[in-house]
């Protein structure tokens, strides 16, 4: 077959956009185009277990309500996320935001009480009144339990949440599990050991693996959409050793591969370790997932509607 070159109308629609990506068949276009069949074939298979993985700043990039909204239309079944992503969703649910760079250089950011991820900005203020709410967050699971997994830990979280944008308050009123193995390293982490300096307030992370090889075992398929590498990404990728690995899975990532790190390695090396099924359908996107995971997510939608 021939590559189809590109053709861009004006007003076309989503729809015709990826078919022309699905037509050229090569290169970013054939992988972006692979990427949004497999979605729309994964959220259309009853079968099929959809886990999301959650590494680098989704979040605070943009990606808040796509992620809340998938979760509450049921297309996501499992998430695996850095703690940092339930940080910043719990920052806006107590009344922060995220702010577009005005270009200052970071010590006078320092200065004026703001902090940078790329060319985003977070206010010192915002992450003050989360240190506040947290802890009467924390105060109330508390109440109810002396020790707590990691994941019930977060559903507990977001049932106390009052916020309808919230990804974790949806996840846990849609009872779709949320597993956070790196929970430690971000401020509610940190927040998290203060509290327990003068409280008896225990967080189990061996805990989360029994429900999780459950939740493994019982499902029929499982294609595993990766956005960033990380630990979010091998935790994904490990809990499905269980049954000889994933049936499926979709990769979108900056990262190399030269380096040997799992971040930058190709999905078809996860054969190898029995994370990935012989015969499984994998594609890598190289490229930023704050673009391509929405466009992905607007061309799977278009074609399952």
């Not at 509290?195 to 029929?220: P, R």
């Not at 000889?244 to 591969?257: E, H, K, N």
Request: charged share 25%.
């Amino acid at each position: 077959m021939k590559v189809k070159h590109l053709e861009i109308t004006k007003d076309m629609s989503i729809e015709d956009f990826m078919k022309q990506l699905e037509e050229s068949g090569v290169l970013g276009a054939g992988r972006i185009a692979h990427a949004t069949n497999l979605l729309a074939d994964s959220m259309k298979d009853e079968d099929t277990k959809i886990f999301l993985s959650l590494a680098g700043p989704m979040i605070p990039g943009g990606l808040r309500k796509v992620v809340r909204d998938l979760i509450y239309q049921g297309y996501v079944d499992l998430i695996i996320s850095s703690g940092a992503n339930l940080t910043h969703d719990l920052v806006e649910s107590f009344g922060g935001r995220h702010y577009i760079s005005t270009g200052q250089d970071d010590e006078t950011l320092q200065d004026n009480g703001m902090g940078r991820i790329a060319d985003i900005y977070t206010k010192s203020d915002d992450f003050e009144i989360f240190e506040e709410e947290i802890h009467k967050v924390f105060e109330q699971i508390n109440e109810k339990y002396d020790s707590i997994s990691i994941q019930k830990f977060i559903y507990e979280i977001g049932m106390l949440i009052d916020d309808e944008e919230s990804f974790i308050a949806t996840a846990a009123r849609k009872d779709v599990p949320i597993f956070a193995p790196g929970l430690i390293d971000c401020m509610i982490g940190l927040q998290l050991w203060i509290y327990c300096q003068d409280h008896d307030f225990t967080i189990s992370a061996v805990e989360d693996m029994a429900y999780l090889s459950d939740f493994v075992y019982d499902s029929k398929k499982v294609t595993a959409c990766m956005l960033g590498g990380g630990l979010p990404k091998h935790y994904t990728l490990a809990s499905n050793i269980l049954t000889g690995g994933i049936d499926a899975g979709i990769q979108i990532t900056l990262d190399r591969s030269e380096g040997g790190s799992l971040s930058g390695a190709p999905l078809e090396e996860a054969k190898s370790w029995a994370k990935a099924k012989k015969g499984s359908n994998l594609v890598t996107v190289v490229g930023d997932a704050t673009v391509l995971f929405p466009l992905i997510v607007a061309g799977a939608l278009d074609k399952i509607k």
